[in-house]
Nanobody
Framework: QVQLIESGGGWVQAGGSLRLSCAASGGTDSQLCMGWFRQVPGKVREFVAAIRWNGVNKYHADSVRGRFTISRPSGKNTVYLQMNSLKPEDTAAYYC????????????????WGQGTQVNVSS
């Protein structure tokens, strides 16, 4: 069983930056893909970014590409989401997720979830 602990959410003005962190523990270290999703009340949880276990293959949603960057130190089960040029529409609860194998882009393909961290962007 993999446990995920997120941190780094908070309040920021539009145009500002935040960095989210997610640390995984438990389970096995082999080929753990990690990703970020976000959700606002009343809407479906949407894909934000994912990174393969090797830390090289990265994927970002169109809505955040060029502003957000997912990263992962080599050999570590810790993932970061650097969020720059934040917009009010980025306001959401952000969830870290993990799965064994290659990356996927829908919530149902992930087996492990963190508790979520709230990001609020004011205009």
């Amino acid at each position: 069983q993999v446990q995920l602990i997120e941190s780094g959410g908070g309040w920021v003005q539009a145009g500002g930056s935040l960095r989210l962190s997610c640390a995984a523990s438990g389970g096995t270290d082999s080929q753990l893909c990690m990703g970020w999703f976000r959700q606002v009340p009343g809407k479906v949880r949407e894909f934000v970014a994912a990174i393969r276990w090797n830390g090289v293959n990265k994927y970002h949603a169109d809505s955040v590409r060029g502003r957000f960057t997912i990263s992962r130190p080599s050999g570590k089960n810790t993932v970061y989401l650097q969020m720059n040029s934040l917009k009010p529409e980025d306001t959401a609860a952000y969830y870290c997720a993990a799965r064994y194998g290659t990356e996927r882009f829908t919530p149902r393909d992930y087996d492990f979830w963190g508790q979520g961290t709230q990001v609020n962007v004011s205009s």
